[in-house]
């Protein structure tokens, strides 16, 4: 596993921003963060970090040769394709793979249990990205392994996301300022999002947790929608959390990361909380899948298609399971249906535009969090039909709902709204946001070290 929250914050942290302040230039700033990303990433993967080291190394080569129209350049382009879905399949499909064709065949070919990388979904994705960019000639290639490793691996967003594309960063990671100003608002949106985490999260999580756990017996329609509720705010916080984590550590040494959450519960349709959810999954799919294939110019029936293999593609990135596939295939469905049949860009009432966006993510996020369909199929029986009211799932529910809960929920779904970007308007409330920070840290890191739930959905994707 990764370093402790606690170590962290504590030890890894202060270490590497405190020596990254007194190095002389920003060649050795450089080298120091790579070095210090590949430290980090080998506490956790101390042999997959040979992976990461042979992933850049591998993507830098043949971004050189990816330069320019020829033979060669197209050439490179193909087995940087194929090898980055490669090593990505290898390590992530190939049990699911065999699984698959030996129940559809009826075959008894071995599973090999291979761990898999963490974020090894990320990385791939990013160093692809990379080499595809320098074919376009969107960008120059890297001449230096060095910055090309720093790209790839840098720890701020490597195990986790945000994605991050070469193009938004290239200037920053030859020419960039470390500020006072630049690291104070880096502390803070640090800070805002290990308390999204901490704070949030990892409650709203318990809650998930317990209610998934529980057999149909002890379930009732209360139960399963606090469950399917609790979840859809966990891993918005989960995400969401280290997505501001990861885009202030980037400021903290001079960075500047783009959104990947734009409140997408506040959307009013499916296809705006895609605008606003993990923006840096959907807009990579955008720009390298869905636009090469043909996205909306060749015909109404073939941009359908690509939006159904966009997402696809988007559900099965999240994981080797028929139930990230399917949460993907729902979100697809629901984009075309909103393009043809669904009135739901006629209605003039934006509540009721909300209300059925988040209704269609909440359910949506049943079938990712279940751990197979029949699950699902169990908690969407009891979240409409549900109406058993024994002491046994009535105790299950009252159970749940404790003050810390109930207190943490009501927090969640103010802060889903864009409340802190009207608050961020107010000049004089800016010193006092500081203030705050400070508060939530602590408790934070009393959260942190008196809980020892505390999980990383992403980690795994």
């Given at each position: 596993?990764?370093?402790?929250?606690?170590?962290f914050l504590f030890a890894f942290l202060p270490v590497v921003f405190l020596v990254y302040g007194v190095l002389p230039s920003l060649r050795w700033k450089n080298l120091f963060l790579a070095l210090a990303s590949l430290v980090f990433y080998a506490y956790g993967e101390p042999v997959y970090v040979l992976l990461m080291i042979f992933s850049s190394a591998m993507n830098y080569g043949l971004?050189?040769?990816?330069?320019?129209?020829?033979?060669?350049?197209?050439?490179?382009?193909?087995?940087?394709?194929?090898?980055?879905?490669?090593?990505?399949?290898?390590?992530?499909?190939?049990?699911?793979?065999?699984?698959?064709?030996?129940?559809?065949?009826?075959?008894?070919?071995?599973?090999?249990?291979?761990?898999?990388?963490?974020?090894?979904?990320?990385?791939?994705?990013?160093?692809?990205?990379?080499?595809?960019?320098?074919?376009?000639?969107?960008?120059?290639?890297?001449?230096?392994?060095?910055?090309?490793?720093?790209?790839?691996?840098?720890?701020?967003?490597?195990?986790?996301?945000?994605?991050?594309?070469?193009?938004?960063?290239?200037?920053?990671?030859?020419?960039?300022?470390?500020?006072?100003?630049?690291?104070?608002?880096?502390?803070?949106?640090?800070?805002?999002?290990?308390?999204?985490?901490?704070?949030?999260?990892?409650?709203?999580?318990?809650?998930?947790?317990?209610?998934?756990?529980?057999?149909?017996?002890?379930?009732?329609?209360?139960?399963?929608?606090?469950?399917?509720?609790?979840?859809?705010?966990?891993?918005?916080?989960?995400?969401?959390?280290?997505?501001?984590?990861?885009?202030?550590?980037?400021?903290?040494?001079?960075?500047?990361?783009?959104?990947?959450?734009?409140?997408?519960?506040?959307?009013?349709?499916?296809?705006?909380?895609?605008?606003?959810?993990?923006?840096?999954?959907?807009?990579?799919?955008?720009?390298?899948?869905?636009?090469?294939?043909?996205?909306?110019?060749?015909?109404?029936?073939?941009?359908?298609?690509?939006?159904?293999?966009?997402?696809?593609?988007?559900?099965?990135?999240?994981?080797?399971?028929?139930?990230?596939?399917?949460?993907?295939?729902?979100?697809?469905?629901?984009?075309?249906?909103?393009?043809?049949?669904?009135?739901?860009?006629?209605?003039?009432?934006?509540?009721?535009?909300?209300?059925?966006?988040?209704?269609?993510?909440?359910?949506?996020?049943?079938?990712?969090?279940?751990?197979?369909?029949?699950?699902?199929?169990?908690?969407?029986?009891?979240?409409?039909?549900?109406?058993?009211?024994?002491?046994?799932?009535?105790?299950?529910?009252?159970?749940?709902?404790?003050?810390?809960?109930?207190?943490?929920?009501?927090?969640?779904?103010?802060?889903?709204?864009?409340?802190?970007?009207?608050?961020?308007?107010?000049?004089?409330?800016?010193?006092?946001?500081?203030?705050?920070?400070?508060?939530?840290?602590?408790?934070?890191?009393?959260?942190?070290?008196?809980?020892?739930?505390?999980?990383?959905?992403?980690?795994?994707?």
């Amino acid at each position: 596993m990764v370093f402790s929250s606690v170590v962290f914050l504590f030890a890894f942290l202060p270490v590497v921003f405190l020596v990254y302040g007194v190095l002389p230039s920003l060649r050795w700033k450089n080298l120091f963060l790579a070095l210090a990303s590949l430290v980090f990433y080998a506490y956790g993967e101390p042999v997959y970090v040979l992976l990461m080291i042979f992933s850049s190394a591998m993507n830098y080569g043949l971004g050189l040769l990816a330069s320019g129209r020829g033979r060669r350049a197209k050439a490179s382009l193909a087995l940087a394709v194929i090898l980055n879905l490669g090593i990505l399949c290898l390590f992530k499909y190939t049990g699911f793979i065999l699984e698959n064709l030996n129940g559809a065949l009826g075959t008894h070919v071995p599973v090999p249990a291979i761990d898999m990388p963490i974020g090894i979904s990320f990385f791939s994705f990013q160093a692809l990205s990379y080499v595809i960019d320098v074919y376009r000639g969107d960008v120059q290639s890297q001449k230096n392994y060095g910055k090309a490793l720093l790209y790839i691996a840098f720890f701020p967003q490597l195990i986790a996301g945000p994605i991050v594309k070469y193009h938004d960063i290239e200037r920053e990671i030859t020419d960039r300022k470390q500020t006072s100003e630049g690291v104070a608002r880096g502390i803070r949106r640090f800070i805002i999002g290990l308390s999204k985490k901490a704070l949030v999260s990892n409650t709203m999580g318990l809650a998930a947790d317990y209610v998934f756990g529980l057999s149909p017996s002890g379930l009732n329609m209360a139960s399963a929608w606090i469950g399917a509720i609790s979840y859809a705010l966990q891993i918005y916080y989960d995400f969401g959390g280290y997505s501001d984590m990861a885009i202030g550590l980037g400021e903290m040494f001079g960075f500047h990361f783009r959104e990947n959450f734009q409140y997408p519960y506040y959307g009013d349709s499916v296809q705006d909380f895609w605008r606003r959810w993990h923006i840096s999954l959907s807009t990579w799919f955008k720009e390298y899948l869905y636009i090469p294939l043909g996205g909306n110019r060749k015909g109404a029936i073939r941009t359908y298609l690509n939006k159904f293999f966009v997402f696809f593609c988007t559900g099965l990135w999240h994981g080797a399971q028929w139930t990230f596939v399917i949460w993907g295939l729902v979100h697809g469905a629901f984009l075309i249906l909103e393009d043809t049949i669904l009135p739901i860009k006629k209605c003039r009432i934006r509540w009721l535009r909300q209300l059925y966006t988040v209704l269609v993510a909440v359910l949506a996020f049943v079938i990712f969090r279940a751990e197979n369909m029949a699950q699902a199929g169990v908690m969407f029986q009891m979240m409409f039909a549900g109406f058993s009211f024994t002491p046994e799932n009535v105790s299950n529910c009252v159970s749940i709902l404790n003050p810390l809960y109930l207190v943490t929920l009501a927090a969640a779904f103010v802060c889903a709204m864009p409340v802190k970007r009207r608050l961020e308007k107010v000049e004089r409330l800016h010193g006092l946001s500081y203030a705050v920070c400070m508060a939530l840290f602590a408790l934070c890191v009393c959260r942190l070290s008196a809980d020892a739930y505390n999980p990383f959905i992403y980690f795994r994707f």
